[in-house]
T-cell receptor, first 113, second 114 residues
Framework: GDSVTQMEGPVTLSEEAFLTINCTYTATGYPSLFWYVQYPGEGLQLLLK?????DKGSNKGFEATYRKETTSFHLEKGSVQVSDSAVYFC????????????FGQGTTLQVKP | SQTIHQWPATLVQPVGSPLSLECTVEGTSNPNLYWYRQAAGRGLQLLFYSVGIGQISSEVPQNLSASRPQDRQFILSSKKLLLSDSGFYLCAWSVRGPRSETQYFGPGTRLLVL
């Protein structure tokens, strides 16, 4: 079945460090790929998305490129801030009327000043 | 613009008591609706989804049920809560269509069963 695998956390970085959170997927169809972010005590917010191969999603300095050949959608940011501390979820959805999301297990990011 | 509401925000219930969590969406029509649960320190598990009034699909067998009495209202219920029902419950909606993709989440309800 379809699945998403994320790197295990927590990831601890100093402010202004470079961030990479790895995400790989398995899907039988042609999925759309997403990154969601969850700040402490809150619901999920869409961070960025890509709907086809080689698309790059970007938002708030974060980027991820849909790589079909490696079935990956790694999240990157050039310079993290303390306010980026949160849990990041990679997810996919395949074509269809239900729009069901399949999530990775989440990666906790802690940024220290 | 579209908004999604959940209530209550926090709930503490004894084992064996009933449960009713409500989710409503504003600013859109005919949405797909979803209930997820996030156990402490874990990822999100899809519990139910609905593509229309009265249409409910269950993803995992469990102690919970869902109903959609109105187009933009989605209710999560239980007749008798278990300790294992504790968690963070998130409702989400998406546009219905051939590629209904982006889901938008509510603020969540934190449930503690004692």
């Amino acid at each position: 079945g379809d699945s998403v695998t994320q790197m295990e956390g927590p990831v601890t970085l100093s402010e202004e460090a470079f961030l990479t959170i790895n995400c790989t997927y398995t899907a039988t169809g042609y999925p759309s790929l997403f990154w969601y972010v969850q700040y402490p005590g809150e619901g999920l917010q869409l961070l960025l998305k890509a709907t086809k191969a080689d698309d790059k999603g970007s938002n708030k300095g974060f980027e991820a490129t849909y790589r079909k050949e490696t079935t990956s959608f790694h999240l990157e940011k050039g310079s993290v801030q303390v306010s980026d501390s949160a849990v990041y979820f990679c997810a996919l959805t395949v074509s269809g009327n239900t729009g069901k999301l399949i999530f990775g297990q989440g990666t906790t990011l802690q940024v220290k000043p | 613009s579209q908004t999604i509401h959940q209530w209550p925000a926090t709930l503490v219930q004894p084992v064996g008591s009933p449960l009713s969590l409500e989710c409503t969406v504003e600013g859109t029509s005919n949405p797909n609706l979803y209930w997820y649960r996030q156990a402490a320190g874990r990822g999100l598990q899809l519990l139910f989804y609905s593509v229309g009034i009265g249409q409910i699909s269950s993803e995992v067998p469990q102690n919970l049920s869902a109903s959609r009495p109105q187009d933009r209202q989605f209710i999560l219920s239980s007749k008798k809560l278990l300790l294992s029902d504790s968690g963070f419950y998130l409702c989400a909606w998406s546009v219905r269509g051939p590629r209904s993709e982006t889901q938008y989440f509510g603020p969540g309800t934190r449930l503690l069963v004692l």
